[in-house]
């Protein structure tokens, strides 16, 4: 006993010696009412400095764990619970209800393709973090801190961080939003926005239409919610539209969910025409949609493209979802919902109810980042590489892979089709095992189909592991194709 | 046009141009296909540098905002969306299910008592920030940041960061816990992890059983997942036995939910005995807890007592939620769930499709700071001010209010309780009209009682305010007792 202590490097010492009489307390080495070496003693034993044990003294005796007796020294003093109370033995899994069951089953993470170590991995479509700029981060901490750090670090409120808010709404008024009758409500990522949403809308018809393909996560969450999901076929300027209006024409729907900036997971960015059409069926038919602004910073070339709900002008039936997760930092976890005022008003509550508020720091942090004006410089250089990278992948597609169609019209991945009947799950397998590895395409699609596409996530891959990466795919998949 | 640019300091101001004439295109003042002035020209209408305009045109041509034809000079492009869809008008409210609607209407900082300015307000259990070390959180932060400032920036793990996860382990082994088939899951804080275990939970009875009074946020969110709360009244040393087992052989619940060691709203620390009593019964009656551990850290005297998790040795029964939320800072949103690894197993899915994760920033930032080993050193400095200051709100309860109990063993608030009949919602209307507020005690009772008693949150109220609000509410109190 005490001489097997030991340092770690980092820690104030006297909470180390604390701490390792609480654990001999705990586990029953010292006995309640047992005398403690005097601090000259236990110095020595220990071998820290006297100093240090009166502190670590000082502090089990703030904590109720030792008493002190005048002139006789310290005791361990009686433990509340030594005793265990009869064991409770529950089975947790028959326990879980059908919505605990379906978001372990859908959870990518626990069943998705894991990657050895030295595997070329296209799995990821996260930012490179190598070209995150810590520095503006840094001072973006210091200067809010300097300002209110006090007010950061107390409690927050449910609908966010005011200034950050403020700040929200004018870069969504430079989209061409109006914001006549709307509001804005901070969240943590697009994630809890889009269950935020899903947990207050009525269902009325448990049907929701969206995309298909689409993000992986919308169609997690909407079946966690118990919505059955419709997706419509997508064209090479954005969704079908005729082929919407038919569905639309037999039956009801609860709400929609659309990706029309950069869609997750081809890439398509829906042509200005198309959107319009979109509202306006959305519009005959009375139909909330639900716009996910997914990446709509990281397009590469061609005009300036509003969002939906710029396009809804007045109109109060959009809501948006946004985040810079995927443009800046996923570490931060901010998200915003733009929409109706009295949707916002119902929204805030559920979010105090849920976990009070987003953390005050993220927000605040991001708030200073955007307004020492380093968003832009940011995006400049991180539009450049990710383009080059985008093109030098396109040019490494169209020079090995067999494939019928290549989507991706910027962000950090591309969408490859196949000829129909091949099966992305066996070139997995395949190229499994001459290490690569990639996202087959079918857990984008609502309806159990897409065995032919995958999608290549290119953002942290290096140049060379690209052509290596998309060579093996390539050769691999021409194997399969004979 | 261009003359009424004003400048706001802080920001670059390349970036304030680009803005400036963005809004300029999104209202139509500045149509598509129409010259832009030159740099030169523009440099002076604005009263900027050439430079700046240089800067902000080649941002707005990057947006695909504007185009450049050699030798011509600079156009507006052609906005994708100028034309607006037929408005979608929705009546969002009619739209709300019953979830949206019950959170708004138990959302007490939509409906709570509103202070004005100038009026002493007992009703927050906030910490005081001005006992905050904000050196302490910067130092943590600038720490973390030089170790690994890219991961914590780009996406982490659901369960949260593995750091903070060994060291939460360690503190609570140090509380007793016997961690063998146990795990932890980090949350947005205690709230968030009652909504994920609620979330997870199947509901085979629609009942849960508690202590009455009890937090407020926890009576909400048990009704927002549809729960019929049945509380079990309060003893100077904890629940009511008997009357718990006497509902226990009537009725069956789905889990109990408990705050043992600093009750609130009562204030009461329950004892080492009953805790025994308590978890023998959850055993006989194969009801799973869940433990809150609300302010452990915040008691000023008496002995260790170890929670019930600690009690429950091997057995895997009991559910530990905990969160320095209110001992260290509200703002860094982070809590944690310690259970049985299968039930932690199924969470870390739920929380997974909800909000992906917890702010790294926040959780890193917590983990540095208590592997400096700031906790002690802040817990004995706000322990000893807070202590102080109970003890002195205690004196001027005693001095001035015609209470009939009053509790409270530690924690930023006391809990005062009239004699049978008497009103604290008249009193408090009394009481506003004089300049001071509280909270009334019926929100924390689960059947609509408690009518005669109130919550006394002192931590952020002055010494001489204490004093002169207590005497305020005593003379009322005296006022309507006769």
């Known amino acids: 006993m005490y001489q097997d202590f030991k340092i770690t490097a980092g820690r104030p010492v006297y909470v180390q010696v604390k701490e390792y009489l609480k654990r001999l307390m705990v586990k029953g080495v010292l006995q309640p009412h ?68 379906l978001a372990e089953e859908m959870d990518l ?15 990821s479509i996260a930012p490179n973090e190598k070209l995150f700029d810590l520095g503006n981060v840094k001072r973006a901490f210091l200067d ?30 430079q989209k061409g939003v109006d914001l006549t009758g709307k509001d804005l409500l901070i969240t943590n990522g697009f994630t809890e926005g889009l269950d935020l949403v899903l947990s207050a809308l009525a269902k009325r018809n448990g049907a929701v239409i969206c995309e298909n393909p689409t993000h992986h996560t919308a169609i997690k969450n909407l079946r966690l919610h118990g919505y059955e999901v ?30 029309p900036s950069y869609h997750n997971p081809t890439g398509i ?40 709900i710029a396009a809804a002008g007045e109109g109060n039936g959009v809501i948006y979802l946004g985040s810079f997760s995927k443009v800046l930092f996923p570490g931060l976890r901010v998200g915003w919902v733009l929409a109706d005022q009295e949707l916002i008003y119902y ?20 708030y200073q980042y955007l307004l020492n004006g380093n968003l832009d410089k940011y995006l400049r250089r991180a ?68 065995r032919e596409t995958l999608r290549l996530g290119f953002s942290r891959v290096s140049d060379e592991n690209i052509e290596a990466g998309i060579k093996i795919i390539g050769e691999a998949a021409k194997e399969l194709l004979t």
Request: hydrophobic letters at 35%; a neutral charge.
């Open 34 to 101: 047992q005398k403690l070496p005097s601090t000259r003693e236990l110095s020595e034993l220990m071998n820290v400095s006297r100093n240090t044990i009166i502190s670590a003294y000082i502090g089990l005796e703030e904590d109720g764990l030792i008493y002190t007796q005048k002139g006789k020294g310290s005791y361990v003093a009686q433990m509340a619970i030594s005793v265990t109370a009869p064991l409770l033995e529950l089975n947790w899994k028959e326990r879980m209800n059908s919505q605990a069951l």
């Open 109 to 123: 993470m626990k069943h998705g393709i894991r990657a050895e170590r030295g595997t070329i991995s296209f799995t």
């Open 144 to 173: 809010r801190m300097a300002v209110e750090g006090e007010v950061l670090l107390n409690y927050g409120y449910a609908k966010g961080y005011k200034p950050l808010i403020d700040l929200l709404k004018q870069y969504m008024e």
């Open 230 to 259: 419709t997706g419509i076929d997508m064209e090479r300027d954005g969704i079908n539209l005729e082929q919407l209006e038919q569905v639309l024409s037999r039956q009801s729907f609860d709400c929609a969910y659309f990706i």
């Open 269 to 308: 960015v829906m042509s200005p025409q198309k959107r319009l059409e979109l509202m306006r069926l959305m519009t005959r038919y009375q139909i909330p949609v639900i716009e996910d602004g997914f990446n709509e910073e990281l397009r590469y070339s061609g005009s300036h493209v509003s969002p939906l």
């Open 347 to 366: 929204l805030e509550s559920l979010k105090r109810a849920r976990s009070i508020h987003t953390s005050t720091l993220d927000q605040s942090i991001l």
């Open 383 to 450: 539009r450049a590489e990710y383009k080059r990278k985008y093109e030098w992948t396109r040019r490494c597609c169209e020079a090995y892979m067999p494939y019928s169609l290549l989507t991706g019209d910027g962000g950090l991945h591309l969408f490859v089709s196949f000829a129909e009947g091949f099966d992305t799950r066996r070139l997995l397998e395949l190229c499994k095992q001459r290490g690569v590895i990639f996202t087959p395409g079918d857990i984008f699609y609502t309806d159990g189909t897409g």
